[in-house]
């Protein structure tokens, strides 16, 4: 008998995350951010419901980019971290990749020795993330270089914000500003907003929007969840009751004993655990929707185990469903619970723990 574990992804919440962030951004090209295995969905699952409605895809490495062509992907696909060694040159013509090029390594492996059929680039800016992306110093000489290399054709201008998900720090503002005045006389397309951007800074959209969390339903805001945007989770992950046992008032429950019973009451035991994903440090009160309900967390997570609290749910029993997250308990409310970040959440499952993983529509 396998683990209860499952992950729902709802196609019609994708589909619908997609014509909200494009009725939010209705000049603007969709790059989809699936990255980092799609944000936890899985990247071949996600991608192929994704190519129909999006004008291209974001992945951080040749990886990833190589994997989506070999399932039949053929949208156009970005390398957002561009190129790390000069034997990854050859990919991008035989299987039309575009790269981002942030830096000079970068822009020396693409122009030292012609390519055989051009390459689209896209040029980073850095205007104060200070992580990639050439200085304004540098960029005038940068755009020089592709300029005059016959086999590069800068496609898009980018970069990348900060501080974009705090909606009243300056930075944002400052960000664009540096970048509008570096760009302002380059004929070219240009791409900044990320999820946080295209949802609250609609001077931010330009030609390309890149959502990422977005797309997956998620708010990228502390204080907010997807739903306030018009958002819905794709992902929905389940397990179910394992076991139920009665504890007298005093008694401590798991490692550490870390939550004492203030009553007589029942525990049930979920299958899941750190080691699927969910996260340790989320204490007692985390919510946990079993039947429906709301069963708290109480003592500590363990590896491949979670106790809740059924004193709210007499008829509970072995089997019940169980949702840790999905469309009935945000993940935004879990991580707000946890210290974490949803981002966090979501990328941290542990497929290799998870019995089944299916793509299904929801109304």
């Known amino acids: 008998m396998s683990r209860p574990l499952v992950i729902e992804l709802d196609r019609h919440a994708l589909r619908q995350n997609v014509q909200r962030l494009r009725s939010i951004a209705p000049h603007s ?24 409605l999006v004008d291209g895809f974001g992945v951080s490495c040749t990886e990833e980019a190589l994997l989506l062509r070999q399932a039949g992907i053929r949208q156009r696909i970005v390398l957002m971290e561009g190129l790390l060694a000069a034997d990854e040159r050859t990919f991008l013509a035989a299987y039309q990749l575009e790269t981002v090029v942030h830096d000079c390594h970068q822009l020396k492996l693409l122009t030292a020795q012609r390519l055989v059929h051009p390459v ?24 020089r270089q592709c300029q005059a290399c016959s086999w590069l054709e ?8 900060a501080s974009s998900d705090e909606r009243h720090v300056p930075t944002t503002a400052h960000q664009l500003a540096l970048f509008e005045r570096a760009t302002q006389n380059l004929a070219v397309e ?19 929007i890149r959502p990422g969390l977005a797309l997956y339903g998620v708010s990228p805001f502390a204080d907010r969840i997807g739903s306030d945007y ?8 389940n397990s179910q009751i394992i076991s139920i046992h009665p504890l007298q008032r005093g008694e401590k429950v798991g490692y550490g004993g870390v939550w004492r019973n203030p009553r007589d009451t029942r ?12 996260p340790r440090c989320a204490p007692n009160g985390t919510p946990v929707y079993v039947n429906h309900q709301c069963a708290p967390l109480v003592g500590r997570v363990s590896m491949d185990m979670l106790t809740v609290d059924l004193s709210h749910q007499p008829q509970a029993q072995h089997g019940d469903p169980v949702c840790l997250w999905g469309h009935e308990l945000p993940i935004e409310t879990v991580a707000r619970h946890a210290g974490a970040f949803s981002y966090e959440l979501l990328c941290g499952i542990n497929r290799g723990q998870l019995v089944r993983m299916h793509i299904e529509e929801k109304k």
């Open 29 to 52: 090209k969709l790059l989809a951010m699936v990255k980092a295995n799609a944000y936890g969905h899985g990247l071949i699952l996600i991608a192929q419901a994704l190519e129909p």
């Open 120 to 143: 689209k680039v896209w040029l980073k800016m850095n205007t104060g993330m200070n992580r990639l992306g050439f200085s304004l110093q540098e960029f005038p000489e940068v755009w």
């Open 154 to 161: 800068v496609a898009v201008l980018m970069t990348h914000f």
């Open 190 to 208: 240009k791409s900044i907003a990320n999820s946080a951007a295209i949802l609250e800074w609609p001077q931010t959209h330009q030609d390309w």
């Open 230 to 237: 018009g958002l819905k989770p794709v992902m929905q992950l």
């Open 267 to 278: 525990v049930g035991v979920v299958a899941m655990g750190y080691g699927d994903g969910y």
